[in-house]
C-alpha cells in the first residue's frame, strides 16, 4: 500500500470512528417531566410523570440519560406526592428502583422549585439506587427537596452525586452502602458493588433518626449544613471525609463513628461540628425559602461559619457566586450583606 493510500485508509478509519462516537453520544435522551402526578408506566410521552420517566430511562439502551422538568410547568414551586407507591417491581421503594445511568435535574429558572413528598408509614425509601451485577451507574441527583420518607434515598452500590438538595422531615436524609449479591441457598458472598456517594452544598434539616447514614463504601461531604436530626454524620465501615461543612445541633451526635478502626471518618479544612447551632450562625427560622430551587437555612451575620471556611464550589446551594480563596461560608449557604443594586432604568 503506497503512503497516500495509507494516509487515505487512516482518514476513512477516523471518520468512521468519529461518526460512530457521535451516534452513540446521540443515544443520550432527555426524558422531560410534564406533570405533577404519580402516575405509573414505561412511557414518557408529552404527558410524563416522573415515575414514568425513571422507568423510562431505565428501560433505555442508552446508560447516560438525562431527566428534567418543564420549564413551563414547573415554573413556580411544586411538589410531587408520591402515592402510587409498590409498582414497577419495586415493592419497598416510592418510586422506581434506578438501575442505570441518570442525571435527574430539578427545574431552576427564578421562582421555581421541585419538592417530592413522600409516606414515612410506608416504611420505603423515597428514591433507590440498586447497581446491577458488574456495573456501577453513575447517577446525579439535582435541585430537588425530599420530604417526609422513611429514607430520602439509599443508594446501594451506585456511584451517586447529590447536589445543591434539601432532605427534610424524613427519619433518615440518606443512606449509602455497598452493593452484595449472594448465591442461594447458601447465602453465599460473590459479589460486592462498592457505593461511591458525593454530597455538594446540600442541607439537611430535622431527619428524625439520622441526616447522613453511611453503612459502608465512600462518602464525601462537601459544604453541607447537617442540623435537627438525632445522629448528624453517622459511620460504621469504610471512609468518610467531611469538608467544609456546619454539622451542629443535632441531639445525641453530630458526627458518629460507630466501630472505630473498621471506619475512617476525616474532617478536612474547616468544619463546625461542636457548639450550638446559634453560635455558628444558623438563623433560628430554620428552613426558608432564601431564594433558589430548594429551601436553606440561612446564616446570620457574626456567627461562626461565616467567612471562615475554603471550598472547591464555586456557588452555594442557591447558586449565589461564593468567593474564592479562604473567605468562604461553612456549610451550604453563603451570606452576603452586600445591598442589592438598585433596579435599571
Not at 430539578?106 to 422549585?113: A, E, F, I, K, N
Request: charged residues 15%.
Amino acid at each position: 500500500m503506497s503512503l497516500l493510500s495509507s494516509l487515505r485508509h487512516t482518514v476513512v478509519l477516523s471518520a468512521i470512528f468519529l461518526g460512530l462516537g457521535a451516534l452513540q453520544q446521540a443515544r443520550a435522551a432527555t426524558f422531560i417531566v410534564t406533570s405533577t402526578a404519580d402516575t405509573d408506566g414505561s412511557t414518557c410521552d408529552t404527558n410524563c410523570t416522573l415515575r414514568q420517566a425513571i422507568n423510562a430511562a431505565n428501560g433505555d439502551p442508552d446508560d447516560s440519560n438525562v431527566i428534567t422538568f418543564d420549564d413551563t410547568v414547573f415554573a413556580s414551586k411544586h411538589t410531587i406526592k408520591l402515592t402510587n407507591y409498590h409498582n414497577s417491581g419495586a415493592p419497598y421503594v416510592g418510586l422506581p428502583w434506578i438501575s442505570s445511568s441518570v442525571s435527574i435535574i430539578g427545574p431552576t429558572t427564578p421562582g421555581s422549585g421541585l419538592t417530592i413528598s413522600g409516606d414515612k408509614s410506608s416504611s420505603s425509601d423515597m428514591m433507590r439506587i440498586n447497581s446491577p451485577l458488574n456495573h456501577t451507574p453513575k447517577i446525579t441527583i439535582a435541585n430537588i427537596h425530599i420530604t417526609d420518607a422513611t429514607t430520602g434515598i439509599s443508594n446501594y452500590g451506585g456511584d451517586l452525586t447529590v447536589m445543591n438538595c434539601t432532605f427534610s422531615d424524613n427519619a433518615i436524609g440518606i443512606r449509602s452502602q455497598n452493593c452484595r449479591y449472594t448465591r442461594m441457598p447458601d447465602n453465599e458472598l460473590y459479589q460486592i458493588m462498592p457505593s461511591i456517594l458525593t454530597l455538594n452544598n446540600c442541607t439537611f434539616a430535622e431527619n428524625s433518626k439520622f441526616g447522613i447514614y453511611h453503612v459502608d463504601g465512600t462518602t464525601r461531604v462537601n459544604s453541607c449544613t447537617v442540623t435537627g436530626s438525632d445522629v448528624g454524620v453517622s459511620c460504621w465501615k469504610g471512609v468518610v471525609n467531611v469538608f467544609n461543612s456546619l454539622i451542629v445541633g443535632n441531639t445525641s451526635f453530630n458526627l458518629c463513628d460507630y466501630q472505630e478502626g473498621d471506619c475512617v471518618l476525616t474532617k478536612v479544612g474547616q468544619n463546625i461540628t461542636k457548639g450550638t447551632p446559634q453560635e455558628a450562625g444558623l438563623d433560628p427560622r430554620g428552613l426558608h425559602d432564601n431564594g433558589g430551587p430548594t429551601p436553606t437555612i440561612a446564616l446570620i451575620k457574626g456567627g461562626a461559619a461565616v467567612d471562615a471556611g475554603t471550598t472547591d464550589l464555586l456557588t452555594d446551594q442557591r447558586g449565589k457566586p461564593r468567593p474564592p480563596g479562604d473567605h468562604t461560608d461553612i456549610g451550604a449557604f453563603e451570606y452576603d450583606d452586600k445591598p442589592s443594586a438598585p433596579p435599571s432604568r
